[in-house]
């Protein structure tokens, strides 16, 4: 694709990018990852939670975090609550024996995107697990991530509510943008905020089958974040079948002008490499 084509068929991403540095940019460690993207032009990053299990990190740590974004010119733009990925898990939100550490991660989690100027944060659902039924659960989630959109409230933010794909996720109980969007509506309903969105990540939604046009369609007014990888593989654009520029055209049409994550691996492994698909002159985020 030819540069002006490429600059035309991703215009709708212009000021919008921000970079997932927990998957992109993993080659790194996670206090270079913010320069590494800075030198590629861009100027917005997101990341799922940071500090693997540990729920309250002390400020030395959330210090250095914020010091390798502000050094590097970057700024959070959405942040995971613990989901603790690192044990495959995916989130706590929902989890009788992790529900303590979700809310003690809440205020710090808050916090931190607070202080790296981040309008998002990302409650993962959490697991279905065999010593809880799942209306306990769904009790638990709702009570859990009402705190969290209060939370998130205090300080102008979004509380996100995401589909993960059956495959890498089997036993997640959102892998449909309908129930997620239910989930996102129950919490607007305790809370009386509104601050409560959905997560459309385009990859995850593909790879459970879901028509993708006609999920923008219905639920584009609900959209809080939208994250975008390739089909199948999730590297990105270019790489699998998915429309991705006509589909981002189709969301910021629908009324969504929000940021636009990119959450893929290299497909060639290395992270710099993976960035061709989109102009330089598109990649920084507008201000603010
Ligand atoms: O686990 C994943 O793939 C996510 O998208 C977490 O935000």
Redesign the pocket.
């Given at each position: 694709m030819s540069d002006v084509t490429a600059a035309s068929a991703w215009a709708s991403v212009k000021g919008r990018a921000t970079v997932n540095l927990?998957?992109l940019f993993s080659e790194l460690p996670l206090l270079e990852r913010p320069a590494a993207a800075a030198a590629l032009g861009f100027t917005a990053a997101e990341l799922?939670w940071p500090f693997g299990t540990e729920s309250t990190p002390g400020e030395a740590e959330l210090d250095q975090l914020r010091k390798a974004f502000s050094d590097a010119g970057v700024r959070l733009t959405g942040l995971?609550f613990l989901?603790d990925?690192s044990v495959g898990a995916?989130g706590t939100a929902s989890v009788p024996a992790e529900s303590d550490r979700f809310r003690e991660n809440i205020p710090v989690a808050v916090a931190l995107a607070e202080s790296l100027g981040a309008g998002a944060l990302?409650a993962?659902y959490g697991n279905r697990v065999p010593d809880a039924t799942a209306a306990e659960q769904d009790e638990l989630a709702l009570e859990n991530l009402t705190r969290a959109a209060q939370a998130a409230h205090a300080i102008g933010a979004v509380l996100l509510i995401?589909a993960?794909?059956r495959n890498?996720?089997p036993d997640y109980p959102l892998h449909t943008a309908a129930a997620a969007v239910e989930v996102v509506d129950r919490i607007n309903a305790a809370t009386g905020l509104g601050n409560a969105k959905f997560?459309l990540?385009l990859y995850?939604l593909a790879v459970n089958g879901e028509d993708l046009e006609a999920v923008i369609d219905t639920h584009a007014d609900k959209v809080g974040h939208v994250?975008i990888a390739d089909f199948p593989g999730r590297n990105e654009p270019g790489t699998g079948t998915l429309d991705l520029a006509g589909l981002l055209d189709r969301l910021t049409a629908a009324g969504y002008t929000g940021p636009i994550g990119l959450?893929y691996k290299p497909a060639s492994g290395v992270s710099a490499d993976s960035f061709e698909w989109l102009p330089r002159e598109l990649r920084a985020a507008q201000a603010g």
């Open positions: 927990s998957i799922w995971n989901d990925l995916k990302n993962i995401e993960l794909n890498d996720a997560l990540d995850h994250q959450e």
